[in-house]
């Protein structure tokens, strides 16, 4: 991650060669996914270890041939950008609304605990007390990437661990952007270089100085893009649905999806230029972004480039480690990584049981969040490139980075021993001051109805999703009304939606084809999805989803021809309605009602 190091790879690459560092950053990704995929490893550990790789072999053979990787930082720097963009954007902001905020408050005491205790194992360990505090609170932040993957894999997202995992986890992203804009605060504590000593006492007033303002600009920036973004994304989506053809809504998807990345790249160069990371400005993009109606069909556009940015990411990361030196810090590492994992598992399962949890859910919690993560990567980062006094040295910086790569490494034996050493504490329950956090999770689940269904359950008594609120979706809106039905719309028309929204209608801003708003508007849990849009083409696609993620769930659709509805049948769909037939019965029924009321000699039939 920090440029020196990258460059040390790489002191003579030629001219054009960026293409040459991002083609074997993309290839080592690609043959690690397929290779870890094979044997049923996590992905993430296995982009690092190959960065590793392929970096000490290109340090090799420079001994011998003038090879080069390039600019990787510059690659780093905008995948690392990007990312960070995508998971403030996928941060779920529900969450935090509900009575989640409890759950809030025990991932910020948890993280603080974590990070206290671990800046003072970083002293231990013989850090100056600039370097142990930035070390204590990247460390302290764990792997939100790894975490999910997990969760969805063993499908557990929705049970109990799982979403007090995911509500740590997001403070944990939270706090990580206020520890980002500390770092410039850190820096000027720390810096005794002859050039500041120099400046005597006016130096160091103008280095604060310089940080609260930067801190005041920040804050700046995110009340007037509070307020403006959600207009300016309306105007956009707005102008982006008018120039499209039909209802597809396409030109208001490419206009809200190019308009939103200008955003993160804007807010990365703004906070740059108030002395803090570009990660910063594009996380707070993202997470501004995620207050609008358009976060769901965003995250959902931006999911495929949101893997691959972490294939880039994870995989820069290893090529900037320099093997040589690792070999060398053996000891302080392990070291590390055993104070790592076992304070942030104590501190976290204290916590937790602490806060009214019983024991199985507080060591099966902690033990999931008891590594670090990517996070922990772009505070390291950050931290070797503050100015004008780098935090932490390059040796240090290594050092630290192995210290987050075996920690990802371990982290799927830590997942597979959470549920045993869970079981054996079935009998301890929660502390008997207090059991207000297993209420407040239950309570939570109930609302969000994020729970599975039981499987007797009769569809009508399920929600129903309607794709489109033309005018098919509106009269089937209409009868679920009357039938008190619960339902949930996705329509792609902006103006739409607003109006829906403010008559107090479930309608979300989105593509049916995107399966981010499938899942968000309930598709597992749906009775049934009616998919409306006149678009074949997209309701092929949409069915193809749908059936999916929804395997039982009742399907119907709406298609032009009847060639049409054999491949919706096809793809999936339970019933299609073909507009040719529908309109060749009305036409038969109208025309024939018209030609039997007139007889020879126009006379009328006599009335039956």
Request: glycine share 10%.
């Amino acid at each position: 991650m920090s440029g020196d190091v990258v460059h040390e790879l790489a002191p003579a690459a030629p001219e054009g060669s960026t293409a040459v560092g991002l083609v074997i950053i993309l290839v080592t990704a690609a043959l690690v996914a397929t290779l870890f995929r094979r044997l049923r490893l996590q992905i993430i550990p296995g982009y690092i270890l190959a960065g590793a790789l392929v970096g000490g072999l290109v340090a090799a053979l420079q001994r011998y041939v003038q090879v080069g990787l390039g600019p990787v930082e510059t690659i780093s720097q905008f995948a690392t950008t990007l990312l960070m963009f995508t998971i403030g954007l996928q941060l779920e902001i529900e969450t935090l609304r509900r009575s989640m905020i409890s759950i809030f408050g025990l991932g910020v005491v948890s993280t603080l605990g974590s990070a206290v205790a671990l800046t003072g194992a970083a002293k231990l360990l013989g850090l100056d007390g600039p370097a142990a505090v930035a070390a204590g609170m990247a460390l302290s932040i764990s792997s939100t990437a790894v975490l999910l993957r997990i969760l969805q894999e063993r499908r557990e997202l929705h049970q109990t661990h799982g979403r007090l995992c995911v509500g740590v986890s997001i403070s944990q992203d939270l706090l990580s952007i206020a520890m980002l804009g500390l770092l410039p605060a850190i820096a000027a504590w720390g810096a005794t270089t002859d050039e500041i000593r120099g400046q005597g006492e006016n130096g160091i007033t103008r280095m604060v100085l310089s940080a609260l303002i930067g801190i005041v600009g920040v804050f700046v920036l995110l009340l007037i893009a509070r307020f403006a973004l959600p207009r300016l994304l309306d105007f956009i989506a707005d102008v982006g649905a008018r120039g499209s053809v039909g209802r597809s809504g396409v030109g208001s998807r490419e206009l809200v999806l190019v308009s939103s990345a200008a955003i993160a790249l804007g807010a990365a160069l703004s906070t740059s230029a108030l002395g803090f990371s570009p990660e910063l400005g594009a996380f707070l993009a993202g997470l501004l972004l995620a207050f609008t109606p358009y976060r769901t069909q965003l995250a959902g556009q931006l999911e495929p480039l949101r893997d691959l940015l972490m294939a880039i990411f994870f995989t820069s990361i290893g090529l900037g480690i320099q093997v040589d030196q690792i070999v060398g810090m053996a000891g302080p590492i392990a070291l590390g990584v055993v104070a790592l994992i076992a304070i942030k598992v104590v501190v976290t399962g204290v916590s937790v049981w602490g806060l009214g949890s019983s024991a199985p859910l507080a060591v099966t919690t902690s033990m999931y969040l008891g590594n670090a993560g990517e996070f922990s990567l772009v505070l390291l980062a950050a931290a070797a490139t503050t100015s004008p006094h780098p935090i932490l040295s390059e040796k240090v910086l290594g050092g630290l980075i192995a210290v987050v790569v075996v920690s990802l490494i371990i982290s799927p034996f830590m997942f597979n021993w959470a549920h045993p050493l869970a079981a054996r504490l079935q009998r301890v329950g929660p502390p008997p001051w207090s059991r207000k956090l297993t209420r407040l999770l239950r309570a939570d689940a109930q609302q969000a109805r994020e729970e599975p269904q039981e499987a007797s359950a009769p569809a009508a008594a399920r929600h129903v999703i309607i794709a489109g609120f033309g005018p098919v979706g509106r009269n089937i809106a209409a009868r679920l009304d009357v039938q008190k039905i619960p339902y949930t719309v996705i329509e792609l028309n902006p103006e739409t939606v607003r109006k829906q929204q403010a008559l107090g209608r479930s309608i979300l801003y989105g593509d049916i084809t995107n399966p981010e708003v499938l899942e968000v508007a309930g598709i597992r849990e749906a009775g049934a999805v009616v998919i409306t849009i006149p678009d074949d083409e997209a309701t092929l696609r949409a069915l193809t989803i749908a059936r999916m993620l929804g395997p039982s769930t009742f399907i119907a659709c709406r298609m032009s021809f009847l060639s049409g509805a054999f491949r919706a049948y096809q793809a999936g769909a339970d019933h299609a309605v073909v507009e040719e037939v529908v309109t060749a019965e009305a036409m038969e029924k109208q025309i024939t009602d018209k030609l039997a009321g007139m007889l020879p000699g126009g006379e009328k039939p006599a009335e039956a």
